[in-house]
Nanobody, 115 residues
């Protein structure tokens, strides 16, 4: 029963901030790279940020300078700090990991940026 569970989504005004969390079950050593994806209505799911280990991170151009991915190896949790949010950031955000047990996706958490 390997799983990823996201939380922290919600409604926020443009320019606001949200922090998403993704809690992973099982041993932290079984989760390799972990990342955040998002999918807006009618659009393809896209990579937002990915982290290898606990320090090496890569971001999509659209979120560079605004989003920060981090990983707590003790809690086996990955975070996405989202600042300066824009309406175009509105999407369902999914946690993903390439694990020792296969590719695993979370159920997603809704982020809505609107006035």
């Amino acid at each position: 029963q390997v799983q990823l569970v996201e939380s922290g989504g919600g409604l926020v005004q443009p320019g606001g901030s949200l922090r998403l969390s993704c809690a992973a079950s099982g041993s932290i050593f079984g989760f390799y790279a972990m990342g955040w994806y998002r999918q807006a209505p009618g659009k393809q799911r896209e990579l937002v940020a990915v982290i290898a280990g606990d320090v090496s991170a890569t971001y999509a151009d659209s979120v560079k300078g605004r989003f920060t991915i981090s990983r707590d190896m003790i809690k086996n949790t990955v975070y996405l700090q989202m600042n300066s949010l824009k309406p175009e950031d509105t999407a369902v955000y999914y946690c993903n990991s390439n694990t020792a047990w296969g590719n695993v996706w979370g159920q997603g958490t809704q982020v809505t940026v609107s006035s």
